[in-house]
């Protein structure tokens, strides 16, 4: 299947932390990947902007190599990399100074989509923000788009959003969580929202439980001592888990547009529960498989960040009173898997007598790996031997169904980015939301750092702690196997 591509208007893309991380491992490959699928205006331009001196010349240098090493080998065409780096310039600029301001602002262009992406810490979005304005760059139609973390904590996410708030207005603000530019989670609003079946049953009265797992092999590795200063709730429950679980629960929106499905929302957020402490549980992984365990990596031993956190909470609302979403997710577990599971009750009496082997439908939206959804139904063993059940999944992994390659789903990020150009903020979180994220997530974290109790070890390549198991265990209710 041949994937359709709306070419978006001619733009002017600033990457302020040109050289860094997450440029050369997303930005760029994504970028170029979206110039390789026809959708960047051949006169559309990437500038840099970092306080490396570099020339232009050396810059698309780096670029180069980044598509080299992140772009898979098959995408790969010499001569389309050849004309996507005369798109790049760079500019060396400090943000906390006023050098190299003035010559950015010499070569943006007017009449086309200004975009500034601030790729760089989040305590230097103020000072960007501050010196686009002054150097008359920015005006009232740019947009800018700012990276996770979007705060440490309440007070630090409003101060954030106030210091946006005096340089640009909402509607020009982009606060990426890559999760939502996944295909699958747009997914599940389609197949929410687009189909009859799934609806009425999308509620407490048919729906036993919800499990949202986002679970990685990998450990903290060199970035140990960052995130300890995090730790599983901040870096993902907060954000990506936080947003999924909206998706899940939201009222359908009256219409596919920005503030229409960030105002649904933000009434998820703001009718979810407290969590109680014996709902949740933290963990940190033991050293192992030739590693050092989490304490190793943090540079502090006596450390209590969580690698690993599973919790209970519910949503105060008609439809989801009684249905408790869980949550976990965790570094060195024993495969890379993300999913979403919706279990669904069981049928009010069963006109079979074979009760073996009975199990409750369950909805499966897959993030990664292979991105799909699957319908585990109940149907009849095949064969003779009487009316024997058997549970199937009804699969529909988009590589299979949609017959594209897996490397046609196109990146999150890139998908993001030219949702900025196109001015479409549906995928990014309001300021309001991340707001009442916070609010929710503070009296958790708060209360874990009143105690005293230490995070439960868990040995890498296992499902987590313990105490995990037993929170679902004592409902009657188990974890689905992760699994790749
Ligand atoms: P990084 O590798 O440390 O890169 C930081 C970039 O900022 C570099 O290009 C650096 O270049 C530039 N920079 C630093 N100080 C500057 C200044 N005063 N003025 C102008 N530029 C400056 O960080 P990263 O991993 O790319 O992360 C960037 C942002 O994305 C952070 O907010 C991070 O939390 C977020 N993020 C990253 C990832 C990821 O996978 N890497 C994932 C999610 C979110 P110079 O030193 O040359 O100035």
């Not at 630090?156 to 509607?171: G, Y």
């Not at 549906?426 to 609010?439: K, N, P, Q």
């Given at each position: 299947?041949?994937?359709?591509?709306?070419?978006?208007?001619?733009?002017?893309?600033?990457?302020?932390?040109?050289?860094?991380?997450?440029?050369?491992?997303?930005?760029?490959?994504?970028?170029?990947?979206?110039?390789?699928?026809?959708?960047?205006?051949?006169?559309?331009?990437?500038?840099?902007?970092?306080?490396?001196?570099l020339?232009?010349?050396?810059?698309?240098?780096?670029?180069?190599?980044?598509?080299?090493?992140?772009?898979?080998?098959?995408?790969?065409?010499?001569?389309?990399?050849?004309k996507?780096l005369?798109?790049?310039?760079y500019?060396?600029?400090?943000?906390?100074?006023?050098?190299?301001?003035?010559?950015l602002?010499?070569?943006?262009?007017?009449?086309v989509?200004?975009?500034?992406?601030?790729?760089?810490?989040?305590?230097l979005?103020?000072?960007?923000?501050?010196?686009?304005?002054?150097?008359?760059?920015?005006?009232?139609?740019?947009?800018?788009?700012?990276?996770?973390p979007?705060?440490?904590d309440?007070?630090s996410?409003q101060?954030?959003?106030?210091?946006?708030?005096?340089?640009?207005?909402?509607?020009?603000?982009?606060?990426?969580?890559?999760?939502?530019?996944?295909?699958?989670?747009?997914?599940?609003?389609?197949?929410?929202f687009?189909?009859?079946?799934?609806?009425?049953?999308?509620?407490?009265?048919?729906?036993?439980?919800?499990?949202?797992?986002?679970?990685e092999?990998?450990?903290?590795?060199?970035?140990?001592?960052?995130?300890?200063?995090?730790?599983?709730?901040?870096?993902?429950?907060?954000?990506?888990?936080?947003?999924?679980?909206?998706?899940?629960?939201?009222?359908?929106?009256?219409?596919?547009?920005?503030?229409?499905?960030?105002?649904?929302?933000?009434?998820?957020?703001?009718?979810?529960?407290?969590?109680?402490?014996?709902?949740?549980?933290?963990?940190q992984?033991?050293?192992?498989?030739?590693?050092?365990?989490?304490?190793?990596?943090?540079?502090?031993?006596?450390?209590?960040?969580e690698?690993?956190?599973?919790?209970?909470?519910?949503?105060?609302?008609?439809?989801?009173?009684g249905?408790?979403?869980?949550?976990?997710?965790?570094?060195?577990?024993?495969?890379?898997?993300?999913?979403?599971?919706i279990?669904?009750?069981?049928?009010?009496?069963?006109?079979?007598?074979?009760?073996?082997?009975?199990?409750?439908?369950?909805?499966?939206?897959?993030?990664?790996?292979?991105?799909?959804?699957?319908?585990?139904?109940?149907?009849?063993?095949?064969?003779?031997?009487?009316?024997?059940?058997?549970?199937?999944?009804?699969?529909?992994s988009?590589?299979?169904?949609?017959?594209?390659?897996?490397?046609?789903?196109?990146?999150?990020?890139?998908?993001?980015?030219?949702?900025?150009?196109?001015?479409?903020?549906?995928?990014?979180?309001?300021?309001?939301?991340?707001?009442?994220?916070?609010?929710?997530?503070?009296?958790?974290?708060?209360?874990?750092?009143?105690?005293?109790?230490?995070?439960?070890?868990?040995?890498p390549g296992?499902?987590?702690?313990?105490?995990?198991?037993?929170?679902?265990?004592?409902?009657?209710?188990?974890?689905?196997?992760?699994?790749?």
């Amino acid at each position: 299947m041949v994937s359709r591509v709306i070419p978006v208007d001619t733009f002017d893309l600033v990457i302020f932390g040109g050289t860094g991380d997450l440029a050369r491992r997303k930005i760029f490959p994504g970028l170029y990947r979206r110039y390789l699928a026809g959708q960047m205006p051949p006169d559309s331009r990437i500038i840099g902007a970092a306080r490396a001196d570099l020339t232009p010349e050396a810059f698309r240098e780096t670029v180069g190599a980044a598509i080299a090493e992140f772009v898979p080998k098959d995408r790969q065409d010499p001569a389309v990399i050849a004309k996507f780096l005369t798109r790049i310039d760079y500019v060396p600029i400090d943000a906390k100074g006023d050098g190299g301001w003035t010559a950015l602002a010499d070569i943006m262009r007017d009449g086309v989509v200004r975009a500034f992406y601030f790729s760089v810490a989040p305590a230097l979005f103020g000072d960007l923000a501050e010196r686009l304005h002054k150097h008359g760059i920015a005006d009232g139609k740019s947009r800018i788009v700012v990276e996770k973390p979007f705060g440490r904590d309440l007070e630090s996410a409003q101060a954030l959003n106030a210091v946006l708030a005096s340089h640009f207005s909402e509607k020009q603000i982009y606060r990426i969580d890559h999760y939502l530019g996944k295909e699958t989670v747009q997914n599940l609003m389609a197949v929410r929202f687009a189909n009859i079946l799934f609806e009425p049953l999308w509620k407490s009265e048919f729906v036993d439980h919800v499990q949202i797992t986002v679970a990685e092999t990998v450990g903290v590795n060199g970035r140990g001592a960052y995130y300890d200063k995090s730790g599983a709730m901040r870096d993902m429950v907060q954000n990506h888990m936080m947003q999924l679980l909206c998706l899940i629960a939201m009222e359908p929106p009256y219409h596919f547009d920005p503030d229409a499905v960030r105002d649904e929302k933000l009434k998820v957020i703001r009718a979810l529960d407290p969590v109680k402490p014996e709902d949740i549980v933290r963990g940190q992984y033991l050293p192992g498989g030739g590693e050092g365990g989490y304490l190793e990596h943090a540079e502090n031993p006596a450390s209590r960040t969580e690698s690993y956190i599973a919790l209970k909470v519910g949503v105060s609302n008609w439809r989801w009173s009684g249905t408790p979403f869980y949550l976990r997710t965790g570094k060195r577990l024993r495969a890379r898997a993300s999913e979403i599971a919706i279990t669904f009750k069981a049928v009010p009496h069963s006109i079979f007598d074979d009760a073996k082997g009975w199990l409750e439908n369950v909805l499966v939206i897959r993030l990664q790996p292979n991105e799909g959804i699957n319908l585990m139904v109940m149907i009849k063993e095949p064969g003779p031997g009487g009316m024997r059940l058997m549970q199937v999944p009804l699969d529909m992994s988009f590589a299979d169904a949609l017959g594209v390659d897996a490397e046609d789903v196109s990146d999150a990020y890139e998908r993001l980015i030219m949702d900025v150009i196109r001015g479409n903020q549906t995928l990014f979180m309001r300021g309001d939301e991340v707001e009442a994220a916070w609010a929710w997530a503070d009296p958790i974290i708060d209360a874990w750092d009143a105690r005293s109790t230490r995070p439960q070890g868990y040995d890498p390549g296992s499902s987590g702690p313990e105490d995990a198991l037993m929170l679902m265990h004592r409902d009657g209710r188990r974890w689905r196997e992760i699994k790749e």
